[in-house]
Structures are given as structure tokens and as C-alpha cells.
């Protein structure tokens, strides 16, 4: 089983970026996709959920209204949009992959910086 994120970057306060898992080795839509950020200092944080298989969708406060989650099965690949970035958005992404959106997460990916500073 393999996730990868990508997309990360250098981005401005108020701008956006797209952030990419691609799913390997496991059926999809038997799993949950989620999106977790570690900021430098900070604990880990659990920030978007989504069912692959009915598209359920979950959001931490602290992104709702800013963050879109969706999904391609065909493509085997779960984004995130990201808007209205904020510095204290910095952090490393991760993707994860578990049976339940409400945990555990048995499969994780490498994460991908999002680094927002003018």
C-alpha cells in the first residue's frame, strides 16, 4: 500500500493551493481518505475526511469554509483545495487511509510542506 502527497509549496497569505494523494495497493472504496497537518512544534492535527465509497465529508474547524476535499476513484487519487491560506496553515500534509473516517488510519503516506509567508 502506497499513499503520496504532493502539491505542496511557497504560498502567499490569501492564496490557494491543491494538494494531491495518490492511492496504491489497497481497494478505494473500502477506505476512508484523510488529511492530517503537523505544524513545526505543534501536535498533530486531523483537518478533512472523505468516504470513497459514499463521499461522506468531514472538516476540522479550523479549515471549514476554506478547504474542499474530493475524490476521483478512477483515478485513485483523493485532493485537497486549499483558499484563503494562512500563515498559520504552515505545516507538513499528510494523506492517510483507514477503514473508518473516524480512525484509526492504518496506512500513511510521506507528507508534503505548505509553507504560507509573504
Known amino acids: 500500500v502506497q499513499l503520496q502527497a504532493s502539491g505542496g509549496g511557497l504560498v502567499q497569505p490569501g492564496g490557494s493551493l491543491t494538494l494531491t494523494c495518490a492511492v496504491s495497493?489497497?481497494?478505494?472504496?473500502?477506505?476512508?481518505i484523510g488529511w492530517f497537518r503537523q505544524a513545526p512544534g505543534k501536535e498533530p492535527e486531523g483537518i478533512s475526511c472523505?468516504?470513497?465509497?459514499?463521499?461522506?465529508?468531514f472538516y476540522a474547524d479550523s479549515v471549514k469554509g476554506r478547504f474542499t476535499i474530493s475524490r476521483d476513484a478512477a483515478k485513485s487519487t483523493v485532493s485537497l483545495q486549499m483558499s484563503n491560506l494562512k500563515p498559520e496553515d504552515t505545516a507538513v500534509y499528510s494523506c492517510?487511509?483507514?477503514?473508518?473516517?473516524?480512525?484509526?488510519?492504518?496506512?500513511w503516506g510521506q507528507g508534503t510542506l505548505v509553507t504560507v509567508s509573504s
Open positions: 495497493g489497497l481497494t478505494m472504496n473500502h477506505y476512508a
Open positions: 492517510a487511509a483507514g477503514g473508518d473516517p473516524s480512525g484509526p488510519f492504518d496506512y
Open positions: 472523505i468516504t470513497i465509497d459514499d463521499g461522506m465529508i
